[in-house]
């Protein structure tokens, strides 16, 4: 779900086993992704997952880092990490903005243990793209959720799309 001239790609691990049967982003009623996407204001209101493929129209695209495997991250082998597939993607698409919505896929694409990894921006671009690190909207993250690092993504991707309108 990318195209070129995005100003946010979010990227995922894999998708749960409930998304994967609903063959639809975040589609796990406990996940808090749609809900946290309207309460930032990247999204005027809250999507539902199956309508995940009007993200375009607001600037953002969704992927994952482990696009043909489903289920917690703990479960994935090893070989279901495709980071280099990510990589061709953004140079393709070059979004503005890349936000990894978990450490653990920030992690494996950038080769970094997740405890060297803070929310909020990454010191280093990504394939030229500013890279962020998210808190997970999971169920299974949910005592370690801070809204904080959201917001400050939100906040900078309304900067960037000043920036481009002003042609800066």
Do not use: C
Request: glycine fraction near 8%; avoid cysteine.
């Amino acid at each position: 779900m990318l195209q070129p001239g995005l100003t946010l790609v979010l990227v995922g691990t894999a998708p749960s086993r409930i998304s994967a049967r609903a063959r639809a982003y975040y589609a796990n009623p406990e996940n808090k992704f749609w809900r946290v996407l309207a309460e930032v204001g990247l999204t005027p209101r809250q999507l539902a997952p199956r309508e995940y493929a009007t993200l375009p129209q607001y600037g953002i695209g969704l992927t994952d880092v482990a696009k043909r495997h489903s289920g917690v991250d703990s479960a994935l082998p090893t070989e279901a990490w495709a980071p280099d597939e990510l990589r061709a993607k953004l140079r393709h698409h070059q979004p503005a903005i890349v936000a990894f919505t978990s450490k653990r896929g920030a992690s494996e694409t950038l080769g970094l243990p997740t405890g060297k990894l803070p929310y909020g921006p990454q010191l280093l671009p990504l394939e030229g793209t500013e890279v962020w690190v998210l808190p997970s909207t999971s169920p299974l993250g949910h005592n370690h959720f801070q809204l904080g690092p959201w917001q400050a993504l939100a906040d900078r991707v309304r900067e960037v799309r000043g920036e481009r309108e002003m042609g800066t």
